[in-house]
Structure formats: C-alpha cells, structure tokens
C-alpha cells in the first residue's frame, strides 16, 4: 500500500507544493511546542516532510538544522531546491533503522504520515522515533480521528492509502513505549462520513535534557 503512496504523492507533488504552504492556527501549535525555546543549531528530524513546507521550513527559519526523510523523489525534489541548507534523504520510513535515522534529536516530526502505514507498523516506527530523541526531546504526530478499518481516498485525483489506530490506542501506545503525553486533541473531528478526523500528539521521550553535541538541547 506504500508504494500506492510513493507513485501517488510523486503524481501530485506540485499541486501538493502550492497548495501546502502554511499550517492552520491549531495545527501550528503544536508544532511550536516542539520547537519554541531550541537552541540555534538543534538538530530536528521530519520524518516524511514532503517538500519541507511547512513544518521544516519552520524548523530552519528558526535555526535549527532539519533533516527530513521521505519516499517521494519528486516531492524531495522541491525541498532540495527550496531549501538547500537541509538535509534530505530518500527512504520509506517502514524499512529504516534506529541508527539510520541519526541523532539525538532536540525534536521531531512524524506529521500526517503514520496514518499512510498500515496499523500494525505504527508501534515499530514510533519506537525508532522515540529512539532517535535525545532524553527530554518531544515528538510531534498525527493520527486518525476514529476507529475503523483501513481504506482509500483520493486527493487531486490521485489514490492514497490510509490506517490508523483510533487516538486512544495509540495515546496508551506512546506511554507504554516511555513517553510522556504533553499534548493532545482534535484538529478536526471526524464527520461521521469521509473525513474520519485527524488527531494531535505531542509527547516528550522520558528523562531530563541535557547538552549534547549537536543536540541544542540545555
């Protein structure tokens, strides 16, 4: 189903880059939780940050040094050009390792992207994510907003797969794995229809921050 994913965010990758300019007020501040008080140079991993707008744009006009993961070449293809100082790797976020991911991190992003995995890959990815913190970092994520099984829809004329845990599943499933929940809600209920909602984390990785090379973290 991921490679439904890869072939259909390659398709819509300029429709994509004009339409997803900047994060709506709520969605915004949760990611400012993740970013405000960072040290100039903390080092911050969007894990499939598309085309880098909006989320690691952020990240890099405040200072920080982003490295962003995702599986779409075209959509890499407009954050290498728009932003040349960040790092960008080509990899699907299912197959990569702990090690691969690099860190620690002072924060991270796994934003409207688990819900693209089937459910039963969610607890491992979420496990290399939490790894990949440094002590006291937090972790930005989104899920779906409701139970139900998985399915398909579409977006500029292009099929996407979509799965998720319902939000009280994986809230229990991030403090099993040592993190603690900081933050949490709707961004938009579900519709008892199409939209089956979308649903906000941030969760900080258990232990006290502390200075490490890189990290920005104090």
Excluded at 125 to 137: H, S
């Amino acid at each position: 189903m991921n490679e439904l994913n890869r072939t259909s965010y390659d398709a819509i990758a300029t429709e994509w880059a004009l339409a997803r300019v900047a994060l709506p007020p709520l969605d915004r501040a949760y990611v400012e939780a993740v970013l405000d008080g960072l040290a100039p140079g903390a080092r911050i991993l969007d894990a499939g940050c598309g085309t880098g707008r909006p989320i690691a744009a952020l990240a890099l006009a405040g200072g920080c040094a982003v490295m962003g993961i995702d599986q779409s070449a075209a959509m890499l293809a407009h954050a290498r050009r728009d932003w040349p100082d960040g790092d960008w790797r080509l990899a699907r976020l299912e197959n990569i390792e702990s090690a691969e991911m690099g860190g620690p991190y002072a924060g991270a992003f796994l934003w409207d992207v688990l819900f693209h995995l089937p459910r039963d890959e969610h607890a491992l990815l979420l496990t290399r994510m939490l790894a990949a913190l440094a002590d006291g970092a937090r972790l930005a994520l989104t899920v779906g907003g409701s139970a139900g099984p998985a399915f398909t829809d579409t977006m500029f004329g292009h099929s996407f797969f979509y799965d998720s845990h319902p939000p009280a599943v994986v809230g229990a499933l991030l403090r099993e794995l040592g993190g603690s929940v900081e933050r949490e809600g709707f961004l938009n209920p579900p519709t008892g229809g199409r939209d089956k909602g979308r649903y906000a984390f941030v969760v900080r990785k258990a232990g006290r921050p502390r200075m490490a090379p890189g990290t920005g973290l104090g």
